[in-house]
């Protein structure tokens, strides 16, 4: 990665992808097994949340190619109130010099 920031080359995100969340009894969570099936408030064609480390950051829909599933982003969220003022983020320490959510959102748009 080229830029201003070359330290981000080596911070790690966990990324994950929200695809729909349900609610249930814990009754119900306790008797879960193999093959069992939640449904989720969401549809196929429903935007997906994108989290990086439980932030969320942008929203995507998910494409299918062959056996592969992928997730297209399709915008980038603004930051939170929290974060704008330099408040301690999960994502993002301060006094790091990977303390910038702006290069990371450069980053995940970068041509």
């Known amino acids: 990665m080229r830029g201003p920031l ?10 994950a992808v929200v695809l729909g969340t349900s609610s249930m009894p814990v009754h119900q969570v306790l008797r879960l097994g193999r093959g069992a099936i939640i449904e989720l408030d969401a549809s ?21 190619s062959g056996n ?3 997730v297209e982003v399709k915008e980038l969220l603004p930051r939170s109130p929290e974060a704008k ?7 993002f320490h301060r006094n790091s010099p990977e303390s910038c959510p702006d290069a ?3 980053a995940l748009v970068r041509p």
């Open 6 to 15: 070359p330290t981000l080359d080596k911070v790690s995100v966990n990324i």
């Open 104 to 106: 990371l959102r450069a």
């Open 85 to 91: 003022q330099g408040a301690r983020s999960p994502l």
């Open 68 to 70: 592969k599933i992928a």
């Open 44 to 64: 196929e064609e429903d935007e997906v949340n994108i989290l990086a480390n439980n932030l969320s950051v942008a929203k995507g829909t998910v494409i299918f």
